[in-house]
């Protein structure tokens, strides 16, 4: 490998045992008298990340938030932002600015204005308070709405101005409480990669909380899912998807269809493991460590499932079905199909052409299979 080559490869440095943790909670438990809220909770952050906390409503996320932010104290452990115990520090004394999903925006300002409010508050000059206007809201694409007033603005325009406005003291850490949760679908979804190019473009570690399974799939370095006060996994948003660690996870993170079942065969290169969900003995084409008859789950995302008139001869992991339900979405369609045992599964075939001859009808007995590598078996 020659140096041009090398010096393009990085690594990222949560697989660097030798970077150094841009923010680092150890140990945090916070407890409102017997109820737990968050529970041991241990996480690195590194520098220039847009890390994504995912979580149901009630699972600690936003907590985790408000104790990094100041705004509430842990019942036990620490929290270190760029090296600094925060114990105590105040949140006016902290590096960080928090976003909410309520923009709280002042009617009576205008745009300039709303975004300029920190600066002159904190008694910053006027030279220095009009360039950093300037040069934010020209970075939030809204110079030619800088005379108006929140009430003349859209949704997304007033989702961009707060978020100038979080950004203009030039935090160290900007903490994110479901941003884009009062935006309609198609907004959201524009809104992620404005989000992610200014974040590219600052260079500063956002710490987003949210319950949207694609925003945190789309915005994220990595993501923390969270269920009852705990992180179950951390990774990327691809090692989250294709790899869960639980079945929890599993069914948190898109849609999943699952299969319980026990080891019967057990070997270094594949495992069979006997479901009478799916009604036969499903062929996993690596090894597994389980103990002898292990009850386990095996994780099969509906993309990966194929659906056909015919069986194919020859192969693992084929299952007669009947087709319950159809849903055509436009770029794929959606099927339900009945196993024998009564167990539903879903399975997303995409559209390629525009007239698709093969969508399978209502009532029809079909054959669903997928490759030996398709699933991944998860513990209960």
């Known amino acids: 490998m020659t140096t041009d080559e090398q010096n393009i490869i990085t690594v990222q440095p949560w697989h660097d045992p030798a970077a150094k943790p841009f923010i680092r909670l150890k140990n945090i438990t916070k407890k409102f008298g017997s109820f737990t809220a968050v529970d041991n ?103 030619q709405f800088a005379k108006r007033k929140p009430s003349q603005l859209s949704g997304g325009q007033q989702q961009r101005v707060a978020l100038a ?80 660690n639980s079945k929890f996870v599993s069914e948190f993170i898109g849609s999943v269809n699952l299969f319980e079942g026990r080891v019967t065969e057990d070997t270094e290169n594949h495992v069979l493991i006997s479901s009478k969900q799916a009604g036969c003995d499903i062929f996993v084409g690596h090894g597994v460590s389980c103990a002898p008859n292990q009850k386990l ?31 055509y979405m436009g770029n794929m369609t959606v099927y339900h199909v009945k196993l024998n045992s009564g167990m539903i599964v879903k399975i997303t075939s995409p559209n390629f052409s525009r007239q698709n001859s093969e969508i399978f009808q209502e009532g029809k007995t079909v054959y669903i299979n997928w490759a030996d590598n398709a699933g991944v078996v998860v513990p209960s």
């Open 297 to 327: 789950w095996i994780a099969i995302r509906p993309e990966k499932m194929n659906i056909s008139a015919n069986r194919l001869e020859g192969k693992n992991n084929i299952i007669n079905a009947i087709i319950d339900e159809v849903a």
């Open 41 to 143: 909770v241990s996480l690195d952050i590194y520098e220039g990340e847009l890390f994504c906390l995912l979580g149901g409503s009630g699972c600690g996320k936003s907590m985790l938030l408000r104790m990094l932010s100041g705004f509430e104290q842990p019942t036990s452990g620490s929290i270190e932002i760029d090296g600094q115990d925060q114990t105590g520090v105040p949140p006016y004394l902290r590096e960080t600015n928090m976003m909410f999903q309520s923009y709280a925006l002042f009617p009576h300002m205008n745009v300039e204005k709303n975004i300029a409010y920190p600066l002159v508050r904190a008694g910053y000059k006027k030279v220095e308070i009009n360039q950093r206007v300037e040069e934010i809201i020209d970075m939030v694409q809204l110079n």
């Open 165 to 244: 406005r979080s950004l203009i003291k030039r935090p160290k850490l900007l903490l994110l409480d479901e941003p884009l949760g009062a935006l309609d679908k198609k907004l959201r979804e524009e809104t992620q990669f404005e989000l992610m190019k200014i974040q590219k473009q600052l260079g500063i570690t956002f710490l987003v909380v949210t319950h949207d399974q694609e925003e945190a799939m789309t915005l994220a370095t990595r993501i923390g899912v969270m269920t009852a006060g705990q992180i179950k996994q951390i990774g990327g948003p691809q090692e989250v998807y294709e790899y869960p």
